[in-house]
């Protein structure tokens, strides 16, 4: 499973780009709008410079046509922009329309197997299952990303990755790598909380302290 990271803060990427283990990001409008900007475009390509894999960038407008449009400009901000559609029938035809220009996108806001479905039918080349906001109204959102990964088992031919995203917890990305999610998309702190253990922290302090006690 390849790590992404989940957000659109410069300095975050930057520290995590250099932990050797982030093959992409994902951006979205709210992500940007925690940094306080509305200038895509530049936070977009600060990101690309940092980061050579997959850097998700969302679209705004709600219809098709406009949809490709913005999606063209966003993809020629950089060679490794992927755009973000939300699953909508207009987002659809605009999918349909993208894969056809070599444009990846990422089918998000993903909340049923029948959407992840149609958007693999539509040439996506990654669809984005939002596992915490089903937890939140009490459905199990984990289970939706297993679901997902064996229906697509089922057709060999569909080539659409699954990103596991609305991660809030390292429990969650344990159980996406289970479920054999592609890619999990985690925000910076719960990477921080997938690398550290106590036991790791108490282990150095007491290999630390044996060396000193014969090291002098
Ligand atoms: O990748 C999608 C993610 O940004 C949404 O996360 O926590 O807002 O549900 P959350």
Redesign the pocket.
């Known amino acids: 499973m390849h790590i992404f990271l989940?957000t659109a803060n410069i300095d975050q990427i930057r520290q995590a780009a250099r932990l050797g283990i982030i093959s992409g990001v994902?951006t979205?409008p709210?992500?940007l709008s925690k940094e306080a900007t509305s200038d895509y475009e530049t936070v977009t390509k600060t990101i690309c410079s940092i980061i050579g894999g997959p850097v998700s960038v969302e679209v705004l407008a709600e219809d098709a046509e406009s949809m490709i449009e913005e999606a063209r400009l966003k993809a020629s901000w950089a060679p490794n922009v992927n755009i973000k559609i939300p699953i909508t029938a207009d987002g659809l035809q605009a999918m349909t329309v993208l894969s056809k220009e070599n444009i990846k996108v990422n089918m998000t806001l993903c909340f049923s197997v029948n959407q992840a479905l149609l958007s693999a039918l539509a040439g996506a080349t990654y669809v984005?299952p939002?596992v915490?906001?089903l937890d939140d109204i009490g459905h199990d959102g984990m289970q939706l990303v297993k679901d997902i990964i064996d229906v697509y088992k089922n057709y060999p031919h569909l080539s659409t990755q699954v990103i596991a995203?609305?991660l809030?917890h390292p429990l969650h990305c344990i159980a996406a790598a289970k479920a054999g999610a592609h890619i999990a998309?985690v925000p910076y702190n719960v990477l921080m909380q997938m690398i550290q253990h106590p036991l790791t922290d108490i282990g150095i302090k007491r290999f630390l302290a044996d060396w000193k006690s014969v090291s002098k």
């Open positions: 989940d994902t979205n709210s992500l984005s939002f915490g906001r995203a609305s809030r998309t």
